[in-house]
């Protein structure tokens, strides 16, 4: 495999450089049910709001469901690009939010099989998602190879827990696993703790997780915010509506947006963009 991340990187090089360096952000969790996936979807469309081209990519290539929350029926995803049957732009959705979507199932998984024609054609149409100013990945829970891929190879990634125990504990696992299993741990670790009932409860769990991983992993993860536990959340699955959009002052939504104005105003990690992304992911097969 390193000789065909190899040829890539050299087809890479002979690709025209672009200006245009796109943000992309993974978004993961230790464990499932922690409303990971509602707040990739609900983070892209903040996102939107604030005037950016935004492509979310629904990574959980187990369950994905990304779809459902947006209230849209993919028919095509990007297996059909990986098997030359439909080209990027084919592929993605405009959604009635501003954002544009893309259908994951289990197409990043067969790029390892790819010759290196095929994985030629594949990264030339990646290339494409360029013009986007942020691109959002919604990655399985756990610890999957394909979850620490798209982690390895994203600007930065965002770690979504609960208050609960098990929450917690699973958040520091999946922390440990990245640090440690990442070889150049080159990594932008963030924290969200979703659905509290305090600003001070979100500020201890944090702090609990972040400590920890100082102290035993010599790592620095960081905070970048809370979002309250609201019944407009919930109502807002139901409604296959996202919540930022049903109620935009909200307590989780403005909960949101403050989450996305201090990641704008943060500075974007070094080598940003589809081709730096596309070079890592195959690279971490």
């Known amino acids: 495999m390193e000789e065909q991340a190899d ?12 200006n245009h360096n796109t943000r992309i952000i993974a978004i993961t969790s230790g464990k499932g049910g922690v409303g990971k996936t509602n707040l990739s979807v609900n983070m892209a469309i903040a996102y939107a709001q604030l005037g950016k081209k935004v492509i ?9 469901n990304v779809n459902v929350l947006l209230n849209v029926v993919p028919k095509y995803n990007l297996m059909h690009v990986i098997n030359n049957k439909k080209t990027m ?12 979507f893309i259908a994951g199932a289990n197409g990043f998984s067969k790029i390892a099989n790819l010759n290196q024609n095929e994985l030629n054609d594949f990264a030339r149409q990646f290339t494409m998602l360029g013009d986007a100013d942020i691109i959002i990945i919604d990655t399985g829970a756990g610890i999957a190879n394909n979850v620490l891929q798209f982690v390895a190879a994203a600007n930065e990634v965002y770690v979504v827990t609960t208050p609960e125990p098990t929450s917690i504990t699973d958040s520091y696992g999946i922390i440990k696993i990245i640090t440690t299993e990442i070889v150049d741990k080159q990594v932008n670790l963030k924290l969200i703790v979703n659905r509290v009932h305090s600003a001070d409860e979100g500020k201890r769990i944090a702090d609990r997780i972040i400590n920890i991983a100082a102290q035993f992993l010599g790592y620095k993860v ?7 536990e609201d019944v407009v ?8 509506k996202p919540f930022i959009v049903v109620n935009p002052t909200s307590k989780s939504s403005q909960c949101l947006k403050h ?3 201090r990641i704008e105003k943060s500075e974007p990690a070094e080598n940003s963009g589809v081709l730096t992304f596309l070079k890592k992911f195959i690279s971490k097969k």
């Open 7 to 18: 040829d890539l990187r050299e087809f890479m090089s002979n690709q025209p450089k672009s």
């Open 56 to 64: 979310l990519i629904d990574g959980d290539l187990g369950m994905a």
């Open 89 to 100: 732009k084919e592929i993605i959705l405009d959604t009635e939010f501003g954002i544009k």
């Open 222 to 228: 960081d905070y970048v915010g809370f979002v309250y």
């Open 233 to 240: 959340v919930s109502s807002s699955v139901i409604r296959q």
């Open 259 to 261: 989450i996305v104005g």
